[in-house]
């Protein structure tokens, strides 16, 4: 699993890095008002990329890595849906931008550029497909290469596109153009990665979809509502306070969003290890699913202290004096979702190993009612931090359920028996360099690691088991 995540994860790191350089320039040229629009088609596309994915690349990698020789035709499977529902979900996109654009809600504007996503949803949605079976492959670093040489075509061509006076429309319009390359370049790479496989059968009926449709959904669902809890203060400000109250809420959720990346592709490469232990050992599920929380918590808990700390200088540096203080107040909130999230992260694919997805529905279903509801009493009244406030207790929300199902499933977890030392070490860190914030604040990130590091080891928080696997890591293969 190091092997499977350390590339990908470096790769995203990496491609973050690139992305927060390039929100630099991007903030600064939008400014909050445009910010604020491509942010709220952004959120509007990534629903449509959910209902057009389908649960399906879930599925496929879950699949794919339990009958190996069956890829091929279910690859095929999946490429037919993802078709039909994107001719489908442009023609209802189409006619609800412009129903919007006649009532005055979204602009001319707002509307080309959700029409050009929608367009380069389709090259992204196939190449999201091979990724899948790159994944049940367990050669996850090959998708991931292909995501550095993503991010330098859209960094560069976004670049230009701003340069020429474009704006987030031209934003929208190098989507397209990145996501088509994308396509071509996992084609050409997944063809010395392919294994063998039984012969595609004829699996393109309008019955045959519908089964697997059937089969997706709850993946698809879970994925929506994931997705709806947890940035639909996003679509709800834009309407109820306006585009600068989002361009500032935006600004914050940048400097977030990379520290998303970091679990994401970390599951993704335990999942296929934990789909199969699923159905032959609990035991070592639960080994592996406790030993991934604390991996998981030793980051998030020190990176969310410093983050609440220096929220202010950081969104400065990101995104300009424009966005102060507003978005540094709703980062300082916001960063708390992250432990959260992390358990929340790992834990949802736990359940989907175990066939749990039903479960995932309801409890998803929970928690986007709980902050949709919130949001809508809150928002006006209280604007963006009420909007951070709730993405926290939304994710509290979630792990109740989450936490219960699995420890019924698993027994013998304990959370605060894994967080309680990276807690700890984490508010010693905080305490040395809360006097940074207001001056050399650089230099708090080397002294709250060596601080974090010490205190952490100094508790036992690396314990002989975590030394033993640090050691065959090292070992030569």
Do not use: C
């Not at 860190?429 to 050399?440: D, K, N």
């Amino acid at each position: 699993m190091a092997q499977n995540s350390a590339f990908p994860i470096a790769a995203a790191l990496f491609n973050k890095a690139l992305d927060l350089a390039f929100a630099i320039v991007a903030l600064r040229v939008l400014g909050p008002g445009d910010a604020g629009k491509y942010a709220f088609v952004g959120v509007i596309a990534i629903y449509l990329d959910i209902l057009l994915g389908f649960g399906m690349n879930t599925w496929l990698t879950r699949e794919a890595a339990r009958h190996p020789a069956r890829w091929r035709p279910e690859l095929w499977r999946v490429l037919r849906a993802r078709a039909l529902l994107w001719l489908l979900l442009a023609a209802l996109a189409g006619a609800g931008g412009g129903a919007l654009a006649t009532l005055g809600t979204i602009s001319a504007a707002e509307v080309l550029a959700l029409a050009l996503l929608v367009l380069a949803l389709a090259p992204n949605g196939a190449a999201a497909a091979l990724s899948a079976v790159f994944q049940a492959f367990e050669r996850m670093e090959y998708p991931a290469a292909v995501t550095v040489q993503t991010t330098l075509l859209k960094v560069a061509l976004g670049l230009l596109a701003l340069a020429l006076g474009f704006g987030f429309v031209g934003l929208a319009a190098v989507a397209i153009v990145v996501n088509v390359l994308t396509l071509l370049t996992l084609l050409a790479l997944f063809q010395s990665v392919a294994r063998p496989a039984t012969a595609s059968r004829s699996t393109g009926s309008i019955g045959g979809l519908l089964d697997l449709l059937r089969e997706t959904s709850p993946f698809m669902v879970n994925n929506l509502l994931a997705s709806l809890f947890f940035r639909v203060d996003l679509f709800l400000l834009r309407p109820i306070a306006g585009d600068t109250a989002a361009g500032w809420y935006s600004a914050a959720y940048r400097v977030v969003d990379g520290l998303t990346l970091i679990p994401a592709y970390f599951t993704l490469a335990l999942f296929p290890d934990l789909a199969r232990r699923a159905t032959t050992d609990r035991a070592a599920l639960a080994r592996v699913y406790g030993r991934a929380l604390k991996a998981l918590l030793t980051l998030a808990l020190p990176v969310s202290v410093g983050i609440w700390l220096l929220a202010e200088p950081l969104v400065e540096l990101f995104a300009g004096r424009a966005y102060l203080p507003q978005s540094a107040w709703a980062l300082a909130v916001l960063i708390w979702f992250l432990p959260f999230s992390y358990v929340n992260g790992v834990t949802q694919y736990v359940l989907i190993a175990l066939d749990r997805q039903r479960f995932l529905t309801a409890a998803f279903l929970l928690a986007t009612v709980v902050n949709f509801g919130a949001n809508l009493l809150l928002i006006p009244r209280f604007g963006l931090l009420a909007a951070a406030a709730l993405t926290v207790a939304s994710e509290l929300v979630l792990l109740g359920p989450f936490w219960w199902a699995t420890t019924r499933e698993l027994p013998g977890l304990s959370v605060l028996r894994l967080a309680w030392r990276p807690a700890a070490a984490a508010a010693a860190m905080g305490a040395v360099i809360a006097p940074l914030a207001q001056g050399p604040w650089l230099l708090a990130v080397p002294v709250g690691a060596a601080v974090y590091g010490g205190v952490l080891l100094a508790l036992g928080g690396v314990d002989a088991d975590d030394r033993a696997l640090l050691r065959r890591l090292r070992a030569p293969t």
